[in-house]
C-alpha cells in the first residue's frame, strides 16, 4: 500500500543547453517532465510510499517515463499503457539565458485521455495530490480528477491541490473556474499569487492585500491550509495557525522549472510525517531551493539524508 498518491500526465523533454537557442544540429536533453510525476519522485527521494496514476503511449518516451519514475522507487501499477496514442513531448529551449520558451505536443496524447476509470482504490493510502494541469488537458481527464478527489475525500485522505495555471491550455479565470467547484474535497491549496487570486475567482494582477483576501476565501472554504509561493522570495503557510513566512534560501539558481513541484514533495513530505506547518514549510523551501540549483524539472530533487545540507555555511562537504 503506498501513503501518497498523485495522478496526471508526464511528457517526454527535449532540452536545449542553458543559453543557446535551438537549430537544426543542437545538442538536447531527453528527459521527462510534468508536474505530478515531478512530486511523485520528490516525496519518493524523501522516503515515501508514492503511487502515481497516469496514461502513456506505448512507445519508447512512454517507457522511458515509467523505468525512471519505477527506478526512483515509485509505484507505477497506476499508469496504463494506452495504445490508442503517443506519449505527449514538450520542446524546452533557452532562447536566452533569461528567457525560456515552451512548446507542448499533448493534444490529444495518451495523458488527455485519462477517465475515472484510471482511478484506483485509494482506501489505504494517506493522501492524495492533483495539479490544475490535468483538468486542462482534456473534459475525460477533468472528470478523472473530479472523480479522484472526490473519492479521495469519501475515504478520508486529505486531499491537496497545486493550482499551476499553465497559460498555455488555458487563461487564469478558465482554470479558476474549473478548479474552484473542487473546493469543498480540498484540504491544501497551493498556488503563486495570481494562483490563488484566480481560483478565488477575484481579478489576478491584484495587490498583496488583494492576495491575502483570496487565501481567507479559500480558507473560509473547505481548505484549511494555503501555500503561497513566492519563487526566490520564498514562500508563507496561512491557516487557523495564523501565517507563517520563511525566505527562500540564498542558492544558485540555474533552471526555476521544477522548484514548485519539489516545494509541494517538501511540504507534503512534512505533512506524513506529522510535523506542524512551520516545519513542513522548512522542508518545502529547502526542497524548492535543491530543485532550482540543478537542471532538469526534477533531477535536483532532494533525498531524506540531505536534508539541511544547504543551509550549511560550507560549500564542500567532505
Ligand atoms: P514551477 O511551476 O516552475 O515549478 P512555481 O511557480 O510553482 O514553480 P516557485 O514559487 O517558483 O514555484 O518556487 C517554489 C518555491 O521554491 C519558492 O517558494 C521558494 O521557496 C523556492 N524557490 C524558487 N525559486 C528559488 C530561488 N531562485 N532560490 C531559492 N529558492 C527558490
Not at 498518491?5 to 532540452?15: A, C, D, N, P, R
Not at 522516503?47 to 519514475?69: K, P, Q, W
Not at 487565501?215 to 487557523?240: E, F, I, M, N, T
Not at 514549510?281 to 526542497?287: G, I, M, N, T
Request: negative net charge.
Amino acid at each position: 500500500a503506498v501513503d501518497a498518491i498523485t495522478l496526471g500526465e508526464s511528457l517526454g523533454l527535449v532540452m536545449g543547453e542553458p543559453a543557446t537557442p535551438l537549430r537544426a544540429g543542437s545538442s538536447v536533453r531527453f528527459s521527462f517532465a510534468g508536474a505530478e510525476s515531478n512530486v511523485a519522485i520528490g516525496l519518493a527521494r524523501l522516503g515515501h510510499a508514492v503511487g502515481f496514476v497516469s496514461r502513456v503511449g506505448d512507445d519508447f518516451v512512454g517507457r522511458m517515463v515509467v523505468e525512471t519514475l519505477r527506478g526512483e522507487g515509485v509505484d507505477v501499477s497506476g499508469v496504463v499503457v494506452d495504445e490508442a496514442a503517443p506519449t505527449a513531448l514538450m520542446v524546452r529551449q533557452h532562447r536566452t539565458a533569461d528567457a525560456l520558451t515552451v512548446l507542448y505536443y499533448r493534444d490529444g496524447a495518451a495523458g488527455s485521455r485519462l477517465q475515472p476509470g484510471d482511478v484506483p482504490d485509494l482506501s489505504g493510502a494517506r493522501l492524495l495530490h492533483v495539479t490544475g494541469i490535468t483538468p486542462a488537458l482534456s473534459a475525460s481527464a477533468m472528470r478523472t480528477v473530479e472523480t479522484a478527489v472526490r473519492a479521495a475525500r469519501a475515504a478520508g485522505l486529505v486531499v491537496s491541490l497545486d493550482v499551476n495555471h499553465r497559460a498555455l491550455l488555458w487563461s487564469a479565470q478558465e482554470a479558476g473556474a474549473a478548479l474552484a467547484p473542487l473546493l469543498d474535497a480540498v484540504d491544501l491549496v497551493f498556488g503563486g499569487d495570481d494562483e490563488l487570486l484566480a481560483l478565488a475567482r477575484r481579478d489576478i494582477g491584484g495587490d498583496v492585500g488583494d492576495v491575502h483576501a483570496a487565501v481567507d476565501d479559500l480558507l473560509r472554504q473547505r481548505p484549511s491550509v494555503v501555500v503561497r509561493k513566492r519563487g526566490a522570495d520564498g514562500a508563507s503557510v496561512h491557516g487557523a495557525f495564523g501565517v507563517i513566512e520563511r525566505p527562500a534560501l540564498a542558492v544558485t539558481a540555474v533552471d526555476p522549472v521544477g522548484a514548485g513541484d519539489a516545494f509541494v514533495a517538501g511540504f507534503l513530505s512534512g505533512l506524513l510525517d506529522g510535523v506542524d506547518p512551520a516545519a513542513c514549510l522548512d522542508r518545502a523551501v529547502e526542497c524548492g531551493a535543491f530543485a532550482v540549483s540543478v537542471h532538469g524539472d526534477w533531477e535536483g530533487a532532494a533525498r531524506r539524508s540531505e536534508l539541511g545540507l544547504l543551509a550549511r555555511a560550507e560549500r564542500v562537504h567532505r
